[in-house]
């Protein structure tokens, strides 16, 4: 079992900075691949970035790539999102993710999910 706790997030000014931070519990954290999503309101769900439990393979959607980058620190049980250069379109619900699989973060099938945390950008 793994739980997710979600922090960080808030309102921010286009071309600002954040980072959302996804601290887990349990001892077996270091072997799970994480992932960040976002919903925004009337939108699908969107698969942001992902990373192996090595932290040695990364994807990055197109939106964000070269913006937003994926870390982990698997001694502090805790996954990373630092967001730069902030558009008023990344608005959103984020949510990370944990699953064994790196395929099946990316799939957004994971049983283990945060609670969720607001981003709003404004213009």
């Known amino acids: 079992q793994v739980q997710l706790v979600q922090s960080g997030g808030g309102l921010v000014q286009a071309g600002g900075s954040l980072r959302l931070s996804c601290a887990a519990s349990?001892?077996?954290?270091?072997?799970?691949?994480t992932g960040w999503f976002r919903q925004a309101p009337g939108k699908e769900r969107e698969l942001l970035a992902a990373?192996?439990?090595?932290?040695?393979?990364?994807y990055y959607a197109d939106s964000v790539k070269g913006r937003f980058t994926i870390s982990r620190d698997n001694a502090k049980n805790t996954v990373y999102l630092q967001m730069n250069s902030l558009k008023p379109e990344d608005t959103a619900l984020y949510y990370c993710?944990?699953?064994?699989?790196?395929?099946?973060?990316?799939?957004?099938?994971?049983?283990?999910w945060g609670q969720g945390t607001q981003v709003t950008v404004s213009s």
């Open positions: 993710t944990a699953d064994r699989l790196l395929r099946t973060v990316v799939a957004g099938t994971s049983d283990y």
């Open positions: 990373i192996s439990w090595s932290g040695g393979s990364t």
């Open positions: 349990g001892r077996t954290f270091s072997i799970y691949a």
